[in-house]
């Protein structure tokens, strides 16, 4: 671009440079931090759900330990999903029309069914089967206001007889049966509201949704890995290294394919180079500079990928409270490295004009509608659920593990 | 025996032209029902949005870059201060190729200070920075709402608040908007935003309330070098300057590539237009 035409519209616009469409010089941008955050916390939903999937689904018995605290963990992110977007609505007051009126065409129409199917028909269901024994036996011996919490969540079923523990259990696999591909489904979805925007080359993209739930699925697992750590050590519990070793093993092989997608998708834009590039170029160099090269692909995949790679090498040989540091740092890099891929992919397709001639620079509210307060609130809501979650739910460590489902008081293994 | 059942089978068919009457009164309800929505969109009664089919053609050749339009629609729809626009103007200033750098052209400057309005009757352009003798090629092009035939903006809405009327307005109904801004990520265009006042989406369209009582939208009635053609292909006139348009000219739409068919057409329009 000509330095004096630069300079010149600077002048008039002093938060784009080059040409943008005249509706595109906004001061905010049109999805702000709370769309980063709503891919963030549904991608999480969805990988620790997959993640207590491999116990449930593929008898991983080394992840038993942390079973109930990923469905836990996949609950209370849930709760929290719909928030930001419920937020950024022009118009807040109209949302059930999305539910009432569905326009079938639309990407995000979709999303009100895929979201209740997901908590009403998967994970309150199979939690429910999973805890239901637990609730029975805990209505019995809890007094007061927490025991009737338990009593109500029987709903009523308090049949523990051999063939009634059964359905539960088979109820429960059949449900997380359904569950993978509803995971999938609900995250791969969030990816198609992005990859469905032709007008964006940033976003339109066939591979979009497939890196989303990659990216899921690694999220989801460092949360996990990142919460049963935490847990562990403000319960001042030792952590089952079994269960955390196959956690790493699990974290690090995802990593590698998501890396290689999202790196194949960086080579397929070099190569195919198609219109837009040239401002595509622009953003990885300048605009998400240190998001994306540093935060997303150094802090939040190379770094990961090293130390997990190095400790699947080296495997025992790694001193045991080394290898539990590594594997926490690991984690808490992934999930921030995640955080910044939301926000390069929603941040990233709004810092160009679509006329390709320009890019534009915002001012992130602090706290307003959708500014930085608002979407530090709904971040720390997760937590929050989780907390009172598992003090309710996983008081006891012994419980973390998932049910076995043995009709009482015979323990056969 | 035979009587009876023969009486069913009768019965059984008045029914089913009952039914059959009964079906195409509720289609035709449902029709008016929804060509209410029109009205609601500013359309007066009796308006048949089935009986129309619009088109805006635009001559860039003929474009002066006065920007009367874009101040028109501002005025005429309401359209809020600040950087929101129906409609606006661009200037494409396209430099000579610098003498053996082997290229046809110089990188386009292109710029749309204001949409183009004009303040205090002086052209919102600033004198181009490079001296004369070294520009190629000026030209203004004014850019609207492209009435794609499919249109990305419709195919996103959540709720449906945003449609194509049969007569090929894109419209959109701001008392069901939940302004979720999926539309404006959408359009190619950059012909939507989001009115900072109702919340809710907002584009040009085609000036509707005046189209639809046999006036021509704002900017094309202002238009001092008719440079912008408006018409009805269903109803078109011995001299329709949609059909001199269209004899006349070669015709381009924008991002052919996009396949949303838009029902604006230019006339020499720069492959630097997009």
Known sequence: MINEVTNLVVEALPQVQGYVYPNEANVHPVWSVLIVIYPYITGLVAGAFIMASLVRVFNVKAL???????????????????????????????????????????????????????????LLLELWFDFRQDFVRWSKT????????????????????????????????????????????????????????????????????????????????ALCVFNYIVLSWIRRKAVDMRCLDAMAMFLFYALVVDAVIEGLDVFHRGFAAEEGFAVLQTMIREKLFYTLNIGQAG???????????????????????????????????ILFGVLMMRWNVVMGGQFFSKSFRGVMSYKTEFAGQEGWLLAAVIMCLPPIILTVLVKLFLSDSKELQPSEHLPEPSAKT | ???????????????????????????????????????????????????????????????????????????????????????????????KPKPGSGETRGEAIVDSPNGGIP????????????????????????????????????QVCPVGA??????????????????????????????????????????????????????????VEICPAEARVFGDLNNLKADDPIQKFYEKNRVQVLKPHLGTEPRVLYAALDKEVR
Not at chain 1, 195 to 216: D, E, H, R, Y
Not at chain 2, 191 to 204: I, M
Request: aromatic share 10%; proline share 7%; charged share 15%.
């Open chain 1, 299 to 333: 802090i939040g995949t190379l770094l990961p990928l090293v130390m997990l790679g190095s400790l699947q090498l080296l495997r025992k040989r790694v001193p045991e409270a080394a290898r539990r540091t590594m594997i926490f740092f690991s984690g808490a890099m």
């Open chain 1, 142 to 221: 809890t007094p007061g206001f927490q025991g009737l919490i338990y009593r109500v969540l029987t709903l009523g079923v308090t049949d523990l007889s051999e063939k009634s523990v059964r359905l539960d259990m088979k109820m429960e696999w059949v449900l997380s049966i359904i569950g993978i591909p509803s995971a999938f489904l609900l995250h791969g979805y969030v990816g198609f509201i992005f990859g469905s925007i032709k007008a964006n080359p940033w976003w339109g993209n066939v591979l979009m949704p497939i890196m989303f739930i990659l990216s899921a699925i690694v999220s989801g697992i």
């Open chain 2, 119 to 154: 303040k205090g009757g002086v052209s919102a352009f600033p004198e181009p920075t490079l001296p004369k003798d070294q520009i190629e090629h000026a030209f203004f092009v004014p850019k609207l709402c492209n009435l794609c035939e499919n249109p990305p903006c419709v």
């Open chain 2, 162 to 219: 945003t449609f194509k009327a049969p007569d090929g307005a894109v419209l959109i109904d701001p008392k069901y908007c939940i302004g979720c801004a999926f539309c404006v990520q959408a359009c190619p265009y950059g012909a939507r935003f989001l009115n900072p006042v109702s919340k809710t989406a907002e584009k040009c369209t085609l000036c509707y309330h005046r189209i639809t009582r046999n006036l021509k939208p704002a900017c």
């Open chain 1, 64 to 122: 038993a330990p942390v079973y109930r605290l990923s469905m836990l963990t996949a609950l209370a992110f849930l709760l929290c999903a719909t928030l930001p977007l419920l937020c950024h609505l022009g118009h807040p007051e109209r949302n059930y029309e999305v539910m009432m009126t569905p326009h079938m065409t639309s990407p995000m129409a979709i999303f009100g069914f895929v979201y209740a199917w997901y908590l009403m028909a998967v």
């Open chain 2, 1 to 95: 025996m035979k009587n009876q059942i023969s009486r069913r089978g009768s019965l059984l068919r008045m029914g089913g032209a009952i039914a059959g009457l009964l079906t195409i009164s509720v289609a035709r309800t449902a029709k008016a029902a929804v060509q209410k929505v029109f009205v609601s969109a500013n359309a007066p009664k009796g308006y048949d949005p089935t009986k129309h089919k619009w088109l805006m053609c635009i001559d860039d050749n003929k474009c002066i870059g006065c920007g009367l339009c874009a101040e028109a629609c501002k005025k005429e729809n309401g359209v809020p201060e600040g950087p929101y626009f129906r409609t606006w103007i661009e200037r494409y200033i396209i430099p």
